[in-house]
């Protein structure tokens, strides 16, 4: 069982017999470090599991400082909810700090 399925599993209460229709909709993807994921302007189209590495969220103020709101290690998710939900232009990046599976 994969790291998605036993989450689903434990966290969600997700029955197995469900879980294996839940693992049809989505799909595992390696990303290198410094890869993004969500750019700011963008709207979030995913939720990623980190079944292996690190992502961050973060948001650059007007200054060009950067402002971390959310580290994903592995067995976390992530994304911008905000903009999914609401299909609305992301104010967040995300960004793989290391080699990740997600």
């Known amino acids: 069982m994969s790291n998605i399925n036993e989450y689903l599993a434990k966290v969600f209460e997700v029955p197995a017999e469900k879980v294996n229709l839940c693992s049809i909709q989505y799909e595992m993807k390696k990303v ?40 994903a290690p592995e067995n976390w998710l992530i994304g911008d909810r905000s903009s999914l939900y609401f299909n609305e232009k992301s104010r967040y990046y995300i960004e793989a700090v290391e080699d990740s599976e997600d």
């Open 32 to 71: 290198g470090k410094h890869e993004m994921l969500l750019q700011e302007g963008e709207v979030c189209r995913n939720t990623f599991f980190v079944e292996k590495g690190l992502l961050r969220m973060y948001s650059i103020d007007k200054n060009g400082k950067e402002h971390v709101i959310q580290f």
